[in-house]
C-alpha cells in the first residue's frame, strides 16, 4: 500500500506583513495530492486578521471563517488540531490533515520553557488493514530545549506505538546542525526519508549506502523557502520503503511562508 505524506510549517498563513495567504496555501496543499499532511504553526484563530480580512469584498473572503485546519482539509481530509501557543486574539498549533479515517487523537504539551510553546500532536490512522501513529512535531529554537523535547517525543512514541508499528514523524525540528537524527534512529527505529530515498542508479545508491555507515546522510534543505540554506524540516519513518521524497521550494514557494515544504511517495510495508 502506498502513502504520499506532506510536512509545512505555513508560518501562520500571512506574510510577514500580516497579509494573508490561506487561499495560495489551501491551492498549494491541494496540489500536494497527499494523503497525510503535517502541518505547523496552524492558526486556530486570530480575531486581529479576522477583524481586518474577514469581510467579504466583492464576493471574496480574505480570511476564512473556519479555523485554518478545517478551511485546508476541505471536503476531502480529516483534520484534527493541536493547540499549542495561546494569546489574547487567538491561537496557533500544529495540525494533521488525513484521506484516512482518525481513530483517535490526542495533544502532548512539551513545552521546556515559558517562552516557546510546543506540543507533539499523536494521530492513530485507519489505512486499508493498519494503523499508523502519526505525530507532528515542532520544536524549540534553543538546542538544548530540542533535545529535550526529542527524548519527550521518543517516551511519547515508545508508550503509544510500543511494538513496532508503523510510524511517521514529521515536522519543524528547527535541528539545523542535525544532532537529533542519530538520536530518535536508534530509540525509535526510524530512518529519515532522504536518508532511505532511492536515486534510480544501483551504483550511487550503493556508495550512498556504505557512506551512510560512517557517516550520517544530512537531511534536505528547507529554509528559506526561497533559497533554502537550513535543514529544519523533516520526515522520519517507521515500517515504510521511501520510494521518493523531495522539497518544494523556489520563488512561489517563498510568497506562502518562510519554510518549504516537503513531499514524500511511501510503501507500507506488510
Same mark, same amino acid.
Given at each position: 500500500? $502506498?502513502?504520499? @505524506? #506532506?510536512?509545512?510549517?505555513? *508560518? $501562520? =498563513?500571512?506574510?510577514?506583513?500580516?497579509h494573508p495567504r490561506v487561499h495560495a496555501l489551501r491551492q498549494a496543499i491541494e496540489a500536494f495530492h497527499a494523503d497525510l499532511v503535517f502541518l505547523q504553526e496552524v492558526q486556530g484563530q486570530h480575531d486581529r486578521i479576522e477583524a481586518r480580512y474577514g469581510e467579504e469584498s466583492q464576493g471574496h473572503r480574505h480570511w476564512p471563517k473556519k479555523a485554518q485546519h478545517e478551511f485546508f482539509a476541505g471536503e476531502s *481530509?480529516? %483534520?484534527?488540531?493541536?493547540?499549542?501557543?495561546?494569546?489574547? *486574539?487567538?491561537?496557533?498549533?500544529?495540525?494533521?490533515?488525513?484521506?484516512? !479515517?482518525?481513530?483517535?487523537?490526542?495533544? +502532548?504539551?512539551?513545552?521546556?520553557?515559558?517562552?516557546?510553546?510546543?506540543?507533539?500532536?499523536?494521530?492513530?490512522?485507519?489505512?486499508?488493514? &493498519?494503523?499508523? *501513529?502519526?505525530?507532528?512535531?515542532?520544536?524549540?529554537?534553543?538546542?538544548?530545549?530540542?533535545?529535550?523535547?526529542?527524548?519527550?517525543?521518543?517516551?511519547?512514541?515508545?508508550? %503509544?506505538?510500543?511494538?513496532?508499528? /508503523? @510510524?511517521?514523524? #514529521?515536522?519543524?525540528?528547527?535541528?539545523?546542525?542535525?544532532?537529533? +537524527?542519530?538520536?530518535?534512529?536508534?530509540?525509535?527505529?526510524?530512518?529519515?526519508?532522504?536518508?532511505?530515498? $532511492?536515486? =534510480?542508479? !544501483?551504483?550511487?545508491?550503493?556508495?550512498?549506502?556504505?557512506?551512510?555507515?560512517?557517516?550520517?546522510?544530512? !537531511?534536505?534543505?528547507?529554509? /528559506?523557502?526561497?533559497? /533554502?540554506?537550513?535543514?529544519?524540516?523533516?520526515?522520519?519513518?517507521? =515500517?515504510? $520503503?521511501?520510494?521518493?521524497?523531495?522539497?518544494?521550494?523556489? /520563488?512561489?514557494?517563498? &510568497?506562502?511562508?518562510?519554510?518549504?515544504?516537503?513531499?514524500?511517495?511511501? &510503501?507500507?510495508?506488510?
Amino acid at each position: 500500500m $502506498k502513502i504520499r @505524506v #506532506a510536512t509545512y510549517n505555513i *508560518h $501562520k =498563513g500571512v506574510s510577514y506583513r500580516s497579509h494573508p495567504r490561506v487561499h495560495a496555501l489551501r491551492q498549494a496543499i491541494e496540489a500536494f495530492h497527499a494523503d497525510l499532511v503535517f502541518l505547523q504553526e496552524v492558526q486556530g484563530q486570530h480575531d486581529r486578521i479576522e477583524a481586518r480580512y474577514g469581510e467579504e469584498s466583492q464576493g471574496h473572503r480574505h480570511w476564512p471563517k473556519k479555523a485554518q485546519h478545517e478551511f485546508f482539509a476541505g471536503e476531502s *481530509h480529516q %483534520s484534527v488540531y493541536g493547540l499549542n501557543a495561546q494569546y489574547d *486574539h487567538g491561537h496557533h498549533g500544529n495540525a494533521l490533515l488525513s484521506k484516512y !479515517p482518525i481513530a483517535r487523537w490526542t495533544n +502532548t504539551d512539551i513545552s521546556d520553557h515559558a517562552y516557546e510553546s510546543r506540543g507533539i500532536l499523536h494521530s492513530v490512522v485507519e489505512t486499508e488493514g &493498519k494503523l499508523v *501513529h502519526c505525530y507532528v512535531i515542532h520544536l524549540g529554537l534553543f538546542e538544548r530545549s530540542r533535545v529535550r523535547q526529542a527524548d519527550m517525543l521518543i517516551e511519547a512514541v515508545r508508550e %503509544s506505538a510500543p511494538n513496532g508499528e /508503523p @510510524v511517521i514523524i #514529521a515536522g519543524d525540528f528547527n535541528d539545523w546542525r542535525n544532532t537529533l +537524527t542519530d538520536r530518535l534512529q536508534s530509540a525509535l527505529g526510524v530512518r529519515e526519508v532522504f536518508d532511505e530515498v $532511492k536515486h =534510480g542508479n !544501483p551504483v550511487g545508491d550503493l556508495v550512498r549506502t556504505l557512506a551512510r555507515r560512517k557517516h550520517a546522510q544530512r !537531511p534536505a534543505r528547507t529554509f /528559506p523557502a526561497a533559497l /533554502p540554506f537550513f535543514r529544519l524540516d523533516r520526515i522520519y519513518v517507521r =515500517g515504510f $520503503k521511501v520510494e521518493s521524497a523531495e522539497v518544494l521550494h523556489g /520563488p512561489l514557494w517563498a &510568497k506562502l511562508s518562510d519554510h518549504a515544504p516537503i513531499v514524500a511517495n511511501l &510503501k507500507l510495508v506488510s
